[in-house]
């Protein structure tokens, strides 16, 4: 079992920056690949980013490919996700996700789930 609790969504203004964090506590971190999606309202949840249990290899949306980047800190049990550029309609509630393997965009290959944190972009 692995839990991850994420933080670091508040407001912010178009065009600036926000960085998330997902802290993971349960089974091994280490080999989970890990996974951003979001959710806006009346929305379908959408894969955002991933990145491989060891960091080497990441994976982006078209949509924030360029603005955004996922990292992860094994030691720390913690995965990253740098937002810059924001966009409202970037506005959503973000989810990080982990499951065992390689990387997937598709929401329904991960195992674990946060409770979210949300991130709004007024313009």
């Known amino acids: 079992q692995v839990q991850l609790v994420e933080s670091g969504g508040g407001l912010v203004q178009a065009g600036g920056s926000l960085s998330l964090s997902c802290v993971a506590s349960g089974r091994a971190f280490t080999y989970y690949a890990m996974g951003w999606f979001r959710q806006a309202p009346g929305k379908e949840r959408e894969f955002v980013a991933a990145?491989?249990?060891?960091?080497?290899?990441?994976y982006y949306a078209d949509s924030v490919k360029g603005r955004f980047t996922i990292s992860r800190d094994n030691a720390k049990n913690t995965v990253y996700l740098q937002m810059s550029s924001l966009k409202p309609e970037d506005t959503a509630v973000y989810y990080c996700?982990?499951?065992?393997?390689?990387?997937?965009?598709?929401?329904?290959?991960?195992?674990?789930w946060g409770q979210g944190t949300q991130v709004t972009v007024s313009s």
């Open positions: 996700a982990a499951r065992q393997g390689v990387p997937r965009v598709e929401k329904s290959e991960y195992d674990y």
């Open positions: 990145i491989t249990w060891r960091g080497i290899n990441t």
